[in-house]
């Protein structure tokens, strides 16, 4: 059973930092190209980041202040978030997507909201 799991969000003043973790299950992690998604409410989900082979795309919005890794041994992605903006509030998603087929794979979602 494939599950993906994210912790890290919650609440953070505007310039401050916070760093997203997306534990994996169940897949064979090396296969997959891992990112993250946000879904802003009354919005539509957008790629905030992704990363496979070692390679990164990121959003022009998040160029600069956010940074997507990995770590294959433990199965774990992080997205470590840097000078956070009031627009920077969504629901994030880890997903991963298998190289070979393009079967996707979603977590449940982290709330992170930047106010002061």
């Known amino acids: 059973q494939v599950q993906l799991v994210e912790s890290g969000g919650g609440l953070v003043q505007p310039g401050g930092s916070l760093r997203l973790s997306c534990a994996a299950s169940?897949?064979?992690?090396?296969?997959?190209?891992m990112a993250w998604y946000r879904q802003a409410p009354g919005k539509q989900r957008e790629l905030v980041a992704r990363?496979?082979?070692?390679?990164?795309k990121y959003a022009d919005s998040v160029k600069g202040r956010f940074t997507i890794s990995g770590d294959n041994a433990k199965k774990l992605v992080y997205l470590q978030m840097n000078s956070l903006k009031p627009e920077d509030t969504a629901v994030y998603y880890c997903?991963?997507?298998?190289?070979?087929?393009?079967?996707?794979?979603w977590g449940q979602g982290t709330q992170v909201t930047v106010s002061s």
């Open positions: 169940g897949i064979a992690f090396s296969a997959y190209a």
């Open positions: 997903n991963a997507e298998n190289r070979l087929t393009l079967r996707n794979y």
């Open positions: 990363i496979t082979s070692g390679f990164t």
